[in-house]
């Protein structure tokens, strides 16, 4: 059994071609196994969100700018904050991607 993750409540561990996330609270363990399509998935969903996240910094920027300049202020920070979204996604994209990969062998 390989070790991605350790802290903890949370351990990310491949088992065979299986990603195993165990999950510990007090007093008890739990184990979900996740297979390589489910992770193919989840990479597909976290990379259109990527792009979702872009498209919505930009009509969040243009659509909620009000006259006043502190409207338009607020809309920019909005829209900045969820544009920094879109790296994140971007990232666990191709982590789950590559963890797809390497469990599929």
């Given at each position: 059994?390989?070790?991605?993750?350790?802290c903890?409540?949370?351990?990310?561990?491949?088992?065979?071609?299986?990603?195993?996330?165990?999950?510990?609270?007090?007093n008890?363990?739990k184990?979900?196994f996740?297979n390589?399509?489910?992770l193919?998935?989840l990479s597909s969903?976290?990379?259109?969100?990527?792009?979702?996240?872009?498209?919505?910094?930009?009509?969040?920027?243009?659509?909620?700018?009000?006259?006043?300049a502190?409207?338009?202020?607020?809309?920019e920070r909005?829209?900045i904050?969820?544009g920094?979204?879109?790296p994140?996604?971007?990232?666990l994209?191709?982590r789950?991607d590559?963890?797809?990969?390497?469990?599929?062998?």
């Amino acid at each position: 059994m390989r070790q991605l993750i350790a802290c903890p409540d949370v351990s990310l561990q491949f088992l065979s071609s299986h990603l195993v996330v165990v999950l510990a609270g007090k007093n008890r363990l739990k184990a979900t196994f996740v297979n390589p399509s489910q992770l193919k998935t989840l990479s597909s969903i976290c990379f259109a969100l990527a792009f979702a996240s872009i498209i919505g910094s930009i009509a969040v920027w243009a659509l909620t700018g009000g006259d006043a300049a502190e409207s338009k202020a607020h809309a920019e920070r909005f829209g900045i904050f969820i544009g920094l979204w879109a790296p994140t996604f971007f990232a666990l994209s191709t982590r789950l991607d590559r963890l797809a990969e390497s469990g599929a062998k």
